[in-house]
């Protein structure tokens, strides 16, 4: 496997002087053979200005954030990263790889969570080039390569797990954010470390249950967040039901054997749970007439 190799190369200023200066050099000698009608003369002037155009080919400029790989007929010399104007080879063939942080948003995708349930499901991936020599010559395209590779991480992430969690402490999509986004981060990161890519972060951006079952899910949710409010309130209510009682015996404002104590319990738990505001009845009897 090949391995990323740090090269420089000569001065690009300094041999952009000397060759401008050989240019100008070879060509008065050529206008000079002319004159003096030495053809073998002229034909080598000829042969040298050619040579020294070639040459220029050879001036590279690397931009910050920036690497070049240099491969000559087919031989991997090795990467400049280092900015600046520069003068290779003039044979060799340069790629230019950009070492930018960079973001890539998945379209979104259709896919079945844990529970069977269809979700759409779209992330975003941070990422930069690490290694060019792998970047380069490990995949056909690398960007490619990222696209493809995320959207199927993506993809295998979502139907790990489900998109709301039904039991206290489960993991789930929608609820379990942070853990789901390192998650998704190590799966992209694991498909990625041949093409010499690193995953600076992995995010869900879109989540939400596809469209032919949102009505359904949506009426679910709110029933459980019924059920959920119901329980606090009877929690609550049973609590100021008990101190009440206690309250009253503590304090000797009245003493109450069990059936009236029952039915105090039953009147204050209607009170109190009801979604509705109470309307009291006026008892002229007791409980035994």
Same mark, same amino acid.
């Given at each position: 496997?090949?391995?990323?190799?740090?090269?420089?190369?000569?001065?690009?200023?300094?041999?952009?002087?000397?060759?401008?200066?050989?240019?100008?050099?070879?060509?008065?000698?050529?206008?000079?053979?002319?004159?003096?009608?030495?053809?073998?003369?002229?034909?080598?002037?000829?042969?040298?200005?050619?040579?020294?155009?070639?040459?220029?080919?050879?001036?590279?400029?690397?931009?910050?954030?920036?690497?070049?790989?240099?491969?000559?007929?087919?031989?991997?010399?090795?990467?400049?990263?280092?900015?600046?104007?520069?003068?290779?080879?003039?044979?060799?063939?340069?790629?230019?790889?950009?070492?930018?942080?960079?973001?890539?948003?998945?379209?979104?995708?259709?896919?079945?969570?844990?529970?069977?349930?269809?979700?759409?499901?779209?992330?975003?991936?941070?990422?930069?080039?690490?290694?060019?020599?792998?970047?380069?010559?490990?995949?056909?395209?690398?960007?490619?390569?990222?696209?493809?590779?995320?959207?199927?991480?993506?993809?295998?992430?979502?139907?790990?797990?489900?998109?709301?969690?039904?039991?206290?402490?489960?993991?789930?999509?929608?609820?379990?954010?942070? !853990? =789901? /986004?390192?998650? &998704?981060?190590?799966?992209? $990161?694991?498909?990625? *470390?041949? %093409?010499?890519?690193?995953? +600076?972060?992995?995010?869900?951006?879109?989540?939400?249950?596809?469209? !032919? =079952? /949102?009505?359904? &899910?949506?009426?679910?949710? $709110?029933?459980?967040? *019924?059920? %959920?409010?119901?329980?606090? +309130?009877?929690?609550?209510?049973?609590?100021?039901?008990?101190?009440?009682?206690?309250?009253?015996?503590?304090?000797?404002?009245?003493?109450?054997?069990?059936?009236?104590?029952?039915?105090?319990?039953?009147?204050?738990?209607?009170?109190?749970?009801?979604?509705?505001?109470?309307?009291?009845?006026?008892?002229?009897?007791?409980?035994?007439?």
């Amino acid at each position: 496997m090949l391995q990323e190799k740090t090269i420089k190369g000569l001065g690009g200023g300094i041999m952009l002087v000397a060759l401008a200066v050989l240019l100008i050099v070879f060509c008065w000698f050529f206008i000079d053979s002319a004159r003096q009608r030495q053809p073998e003369s002229a034909i080598a002037a000829m042969a040298l200005i050619a040579v020294t155009t070639v040459c220029f080919g050879g001036l590279t400029v690397v931009n910050p954030n920036e690497a070049r790989v240099v491969v000559l007929f087919g031989t991997y010399k090795g990467t400049i990263k280092e900015p600046g104007f520069w003068w290779f080879n003039p044979l060799t063939r340069r790629r230019r790889v950009s070492l930018r942080i960079r973001n890539f948003e998945s379209s979104k995708l259709k896919v079945n969570d844990q529970d069977g349930n269809p979700v759409e499901i779209a992330a975003v991936v941070v990422w930069k080039v690490v290694e060019t020599a792998e970047a380069i010559f490990h995949v056909d395209d690398y960007e490619h390569f990222l696209h493809v590779q995320a959207e199927s991480a993506v993809r295998t992430l979502a139907t790990t797990y489900p998109y709301d969690a039904h039991v206290e402490g489960q993991m789930s999509l929608r609820m379990s954010v942070v !853990e =789901i /986004a390192h998650r &998704m981060r190590d799966e992209i $990161q694991e498909r990625l *470390v041949k %093409a010499g890519i690193e995953v +600076i972060e992995a995010r869900i951006t879109h989540l939400a249950y596809a469209p !032919e =079952i /949102a009505g359904a &899910m949506l009426r679910r949710q $709110q029933a459980s967040a *019924v059920i %959920a409010a119901r329980q606090k +309130i009877v929690e609550g209510a049973v609590g100021m039901v008990q101190m009440a009682l206690e309250q009253l015996s503590a304090k000797h404002v009245v003493e109450l054997d069990e059936e009236r104590k029952a039915s105090m319990v039953s009147n204050l738990l209607v009170v109190l749970c009801s979604d509705r505001d109470a309307q009291p009845i006026v008892n002229a009897g007791t409980l035994y007439q």
